[in-house]
């Protein structure tokens, strides 16, 4: 699975941890989220930067 798809997953548990009352749960699941995404963004900027000069055909 991509790390977008996981960072969409624990969004998913976040939301419905934090409906049931699990707070911490749904806390831990919200960060890991967080970072899944920045790590996603990041890698996504990188590469975008990286197709638009060093790898122009």
Not at 3 to 24: D, E, N, P, Q
Not at 33 to 44: G, K, P, S, T
């Amino acid at each position: 699975m991509t790390i977008l798809k996981w960072a969409l997953i624990f969004l998913v548990i976040s939301v419905v941890a934090g409906i049931f009352g699990f707070t911490g749960v749904s806390a831990a699941s919200a960060d890991l989220a967080r970072i899944l995404f920045y790590i996603f963004a990041a890698i996504f900027i990188v590469l975008l930067i990286l197709g638009f000069t060093i790898f122009r055909a």
